[in-house]
């Protein structure tokens, strides 16, 4: 049962990974999209018809728009195309959307930006969501008025609560058919997403249709981010300027926005010097500012200088490298000790007792934005200033200090975690009737980060919810967006399918910090509920050949089943199928699929998907079957609490 059908593998053995180097992987990795390649070869059926006859086939279409030339456009141009231009000067990297909005994408896709289509757009508005997490570029989603622009919804709520610079865009029915209810429906998208995105607006006027991009790309790209939204009704797309002069406000990108950034006022910085010059265990915690300012080397000096652990918590993850001695991301026990505690860049601050510090801990935050500072928990000193701006003024200040006391007690608490690890991981391998998830997590984490695999390696999507509680406790970082943390302060259902898709694509095409890695596979966990929301997602993943590893924890149930447990009835509510098949509806829409029975079993599954990812680039799906009874607490280890690698990187 641990083998797909027509595997030669034997059970229990494993086969020699590939030859792991970065030029393989790109060259394997390089099949266009448009590759007409089988994927699977048909049996005959009980009436003698082979379904040989109809393989799953990408269309020749895709190879040819891999050919393609950007088309250069000049005026006169459409509204949608001068849109898409400043889009191009802006670096928009990527767009993510389904059909529909479609003058608009079809002008940024000809503009040359690197454009992916999906079977929802709730779950490409996550793929964009999730490239930008990866590479802290900017990206864009899109949707037709109405249904698409609503199935984004819970996608842009997830964006905003992880501060994601994300650029919504969606058409909009005509000016001139307001309040007709012509069309599909009515709806004002705006108060729609109200409270779910820093900036947002409906184009009226024509003409200002550049004065309103720029509006979007300066809030887009200063400050804290968060998601703006433009909507498009048709006289706005549609419109014609035969020259420049027909728009309002058409200026370089330099002309409408600055690249400057704050500083911090040299007396905050003196003062945060003399707290942590006294402090005896002070932390610092890196979030994703220092991602989005590019500061994690600036973080590095500062901590090795002045001996300072460094714990994460972000919407995405590996800034600061586990590898380092002062990385405090495994030793959770050792978080309610610390006496001064630095925020960097933590743009979603939690209320008072979230955290896992002590309640005497005294409080430093680093953030661009003034009026934020002091929300929701009160703060001792606060520097208003670029993340980077304010490591590299802090190195400058302090001096070389030592906190040896302090990191060994940081490295005892580490071996501790690690150690409480193993016990989960032995109590999981005693279950035989079912794969467990310590199993899931000890084996994924060993795979990646000690085994032929480079631990730098790999970027992961983090997902599921049960299945995280395990997985997170033994995934490392060890580069800037290794990690992608799925659930971040906002549960969203089932985004995990929809986020590999942006995770990959910023791979495949080497966007920012995933160059060095570029082409290589990606690994997505999941669950067998989140499966269910993007599992159609697998087809894009297909067309597209994106190598993506998708493990399935399928234990028959909604994460909540424990509570209704003593009452049939409603529990009911909360219960599958049981050993639902979600690799072989990988398979059918043309991926490989692996299903797991045994914990021996899940390694080589493992390693023959990553295999087809490289020899391929082709998705999988590792269907993991559980069962809903490893969350009972008599069930050692149980289902386990948001303790994690990092700080409040999970939800609040």
Request: hydrophobic share 40%; net charge positive.
């Amino acid at each position: 049962m641990g083998k797909s059908k027509g595997s030669k593998q034997k059970s229990g053995e494993r086969e020699a990974q590939p030859d792991l180097s970065r030029r393989n992987f790109i060259a394997k990795a390089a099949i266009g999209a448009g590759v007409a390649a089988t994927l699977g070869a048909g049996k005959a059926s009980a009436s003698g018809t082979s379904d040989a006859a109809r393989p799953i086939k990408i269309p020749d279409e895709f190879a040819l728009a891999a050919k393609a030339a950007p088309v250069k456009i000049d005026f006169p141009m459409s509204g949608a195309q001068v849109f898409a231009r400043m889009c191009k000067e802006e670096g928009l990297a990527a767009l993510f959307c389904c059909p529909g909005n479609y003058n608009v994408i079809n002008a940024i896709a000809q503009e040359g930006i690197p454009a992916y289509s999906g079977r929802h757009e709730g779950a490409m508005c996550h793929a964009a969501d999730a490239f930008i997490r990866v590479t802290g570029e900017i990206a864009a989603t899109s949707g037709t008025e109405g249904p698409g622009f609503s199935d984004m919804i819970c996608a842009i709520a997830a964006a905003n609560a992880a501060r994601t610079p994300l650029l919504v865009l969606a058409s909009n029915m005509s000016i001139q058919q307001e309040d007709t209810e012509s069309g599909i429906q009515l709806q004002y998208q705006q108060p729609a997403t109200e409270g779910l995105k820093k900036y947002g607006k409906r184009l009226l006027t024509p003409s200002r249709l550049s004065e309103y991009t720029a509006y979007a790309f300066r809030q887009l790209r200063s400050g804290v981010p968060r998601p703006v939204h433009i909507d498009f009704p048709s006289e706005v797309y549609r419109a014609q300027f035969k020259t420049a002069a027909d728009l309002t406000y058409y200026y370089d990108k330099s002309r409408y926005r600055t690249e400057s950034k704050p500083h911090p006022a040299p007396k905050d910085i003196r003062a945060a010097v003399e707290m942590l010059k006294r402090a005896e265990r002070p932390m610092i915690v890196s979030s994703n500012g220092v991602f989005y300012s590019r500061a994690w080397d600036a973080l590095k000096s500062f901590a090795e200088k002045a001996q300072i652990p460094v714990v994460e918590s972000g919407a995405m993850k590996g800034q600061f490298s586990d590898a380092s001695p002062l990385s405090a991301n495994a030793a959770p026990a050792a978080l309610a000790s610390a006496d001064v505690v630095v925020l960097v860049g933590q743009y979603c601050m939690p209320t008072i007792g979230e955290f896992a510090f002590g309640p005497d801990a005294k409080y430093i935050r680093i953030d661009p934005s003034p009026e934020d500072i002091g929300r929701n928990l009160p703060i001792d000193i606060g520097i208003v200033s670029c993340e980077k701006a304010a490591l590299e003024a802090l190195f400058n200040e302090m001096p070389a200090i030592k906190h040896d006391a302090w990191l060994a007690e940081i490295a005892a608490a580490r071996k501790k975690f690690e150690d409480e690890l193993d016990v989960i991981y032995k109590q999981g391998l005693g279950y035989t009737d079912a794969v467990h998830p310590a199993v899931i997590a000890k084996e994924l984490g060993d795979f990646l980060y000690r085994g032929k695999i480079p631990k730098e390696q790999t970027t992961v999507v983090s997902g599921g919810y049960g299945i995280a509680r395990y997985v997170r406790r033994w995934l490392r970082g060890y580069r800037p967006g290794q990690i992608m943390n799925g659930a971040y302060q906002y549960g969203a259902i089932g985004p995990d399918v929809g986020y590999s898709i942006g995770v990959a694509a910023a791979v495949r095409h080497g966007i920012s910090v995933q160059k060095p890695y570029q082409g290589h596979p990606i690994v997505c966990v999941t669950g067998d509920a989140g499966f269910g929301y993007t599992a159609m997602e697998m087809e894009t993943l297909s067309k597209y050949r994106l190598p993506v590893i998708v493990i399935v924890y399928n234990n028959n149930a909604w994460g909540t089943w424990n509570g209704n447990r003593a009452n049939p009835v409603t529990l009911s509510m909360h219960l599958f199928q049981e050993n639902v098949r979600y690799d072989k509806v990988g398979e059918a829409l043309g991926a490989h699929g692996e299903y797991v029975t045994r914990a021996e079993d899940f390694r080589p599954a493992l390693e023959r998907c990553y295999q087809i990812a490289v020899k391929e680039s082709r998705p999988s799906v590792i269907n993991c079957q559980a069962k809903k009874e490893f969350w009972l607490r008599e069930n050692a280890p149980g289902f386990l609490g948001k303790t994690e690698p990092g700080c409040m990187s999970y939800f609040h």
